[in-house]
T-cell receptor, first 113, second 108 residues
Framework: GAGVSQTPSNKVTEKGKYVELRCDPISGHTALYWYRQSLGQGPEFLIYFQGTGAADDSGLPNDRFFAVRPEGSVSTLKIQRTERGDSAVYLC???????????FGPGTRLTVL | DAKTTQPPSMDCAEGRAANLPCNHSTISGNEYVYWYRQIHSQGPQYIIHGLKNNETNEMASLIITEDRKSSTLILPHATLRDTAVYYCIVKGAQKLVFGQGTRLTINP
């Protein structure tokens, strides 16, 4: 089947605006992860969902960041009052459960002007 | 999760075996060694993982020392398409903790 998909592929916004980034995991995968990758760095963990619930949100940098997965499939990462420092590639991954290899999407490149 | 140490860059000739080392001296008994790679402008790609035995799949082989403090990823016949950043990760909890990785360049 299809791999992990993310939309949009690119998002340009202005400082202070609200953005939503979407992730469609591989069908049947119960675990979903969000990571953020700044230029020249490895991906950095943000949040992990098992089903509909956030099992680990320790990587969210502050309360401007929030993620949901209401039906245990598609997830949305929401960023309020964006700042220039939020500019990065946001990666989503899914796995069969929390203990297996993670499959990554292509990412959404967010640019905050 | 245990910290890993990898060389920042390596070169390998096309057709030769690429051997990528990783040190993880603080690994715990229940932590796995995972390898991912990231080709420019793409998401990371899973390669292989192991606990204490050597592992092989269609992409690579993973050699883990007996004391589990280091490992080597082997790409047996490197091609130009193997040019990427390779990440060695010690995974205990569900999340992956990426370091800086090794930038592997395959030269023609």
């Amino acid at each position: 089947g299809a791999g992990v998909s993310q939309t949009p592929s690119n998002k340009v916004t202005e400082k202070g605006k609200y953005v939503e980034l979407r992730c469609d995991p591989i069908s049947g995968h119960t675990a979903l992860y969000w990571y953020r990758q700044s230029l020249g760095q490895g991906p950095e963990f943000l949040i992990y969902f098992q089903g509909t619930g956030a099992a680990d949100d320790s990587g969210l940098p502050n309360d401007r960041f929030f993620a949901v997965r209401p039906e245990g499939s598609v997830s949305t990462l929401k960023i309020q009052r964006t700042e220039r420092g939020d500019s990065a590639v946001y990666l989503c991954a899914s796995s069969w459960d929390g203990n297996n290899e993670q499959f990554f999407g292509p990412g959404t490149r967010l640019t905050v002007l | 999760d245990a910290k890993t140490t990898q060389p920042p860059s390596m070169d390998c000739a096309e057709g030769r075996a690429a051997n990528l080392p990783c040190n993880h001296s603080t690994i715990s008994g229940n932590e796995y060694v995972y390898w991912y790679r990231q080709i420019h402008s793409q998401g990371p790609q899973y390669i292989i993982h192991g606990l204490k035995n050597n592992e092989t799949n269609e992409m690579a082989s993973l050699i883990i020392t007996e004391d589990r403090k280091s490992s080597t990823l082997i790409l047996p016949h490197a091609t130009l398409r193997d040019t990427a950043v390779y990440y060695c990760i010690v995974k205990g909890a569900q999340k992956l903790v990426f370091g800086q990785g090794t930038r592997l360049t395959i030269n023609p």
